[in-house]
């Protein structure tokens, strides 16, 4: 970690200013497989709050949250539990995926970046904004910058004053091959400005 904060602030000025300010910023970890999945597609588009409610109430109704119980599971009983009509057809399309064995989660580890974005981006409801923040958490992979987070592409239009997707696109550039904890220094300043905690569950 000190390699990648130390290249970072070596060659940019920005996230030099952010760890003069605000220090080593708080780096996320989630375990690997199913469950973090699961959680992941429940905060699409929903506030960390939000989608840790409706986790805690899916557990409390299954006991156990596994593919076979969420595949097995009335989809009204899903409903009633919180979740959304589309995110429960998502929870029941990976479940599927992981049940016959087109997708092999154990197997991750051993796979690049590129290699699982390919497996993943095929189930529906699994798009690259989950699969960004998978790699990151729970896979620790260093060269990744989720571009569909809103809370990051709204830090980088502010701090370095631009608008466009080729900016950002052409400002991450620098960062490789450590985007991944570039995307931690940014979301570090956005939580510290607004005085908010990073949310674990």
């Keep these: 970690m000190e390699e990648s904060i130390q290249y970072l ?3 940019d000025k920005v996230l030099n200013q952010l760890y003069k300010k605000y ?13 973090t999945l699961c959680k992941l597609i429940l905060e699409q588009q929903v506030s960390l709050s939000s989608a840790k409610a409706c986790f ?3 557990e409390s109704f299954l006991v156990e949250i596994t593919p076979s119980t ?44 590129d290699e699982i974005r390919k497996e993943l981006i095929k189930i529906k409801g ?24 809103i809370a990051i592409i709204n830090t980088i239009k502010e701090l370095y004053n631009c608008c466009s997707s080729d900016d950002i696109l052409i400002i991450s550039q620098k960062w490789k091959p450590y985007r991944t904890m570039a995307s931690y220094f940014l979301w570090h ?13």
Excluded: C, H
Aim: hydrophobic share 40%.
């Design 23 to 35: 220090g080593v910023p708080y780096v996320p970890s989630r375990p690997q497989g199913f469950v």
């Design 70 to 113: 969420i595949f097995e599971a009335n989809e009204e009983d899903l409903k009633a539990n919180g979740i959304s009509r589309q995110k429960v057809v998502y929870l029941k399309e990976l479940s599927k995926a992981v049940l016959n064995k087109q997708l092999n989660l154990d197997s991750f580890e051993l796979k690049s970046a």
């Design 126 to 149: 699994i798009g690259n904004w989950t699969i960004d923040v998978y790699l990151m958490f729970s896979l620790q992979k260093q060269d990744i910058i989720p571009l569909g987070d």
């Design 56 to 58: 805690l109430k899916l």
């Design 189 to 201: 300043y956005y939580l510290e400005k607004r005085n908010r905690k990073p949310l674990v569950y």
């Design 9 to 11: 602030i070596s060659v």
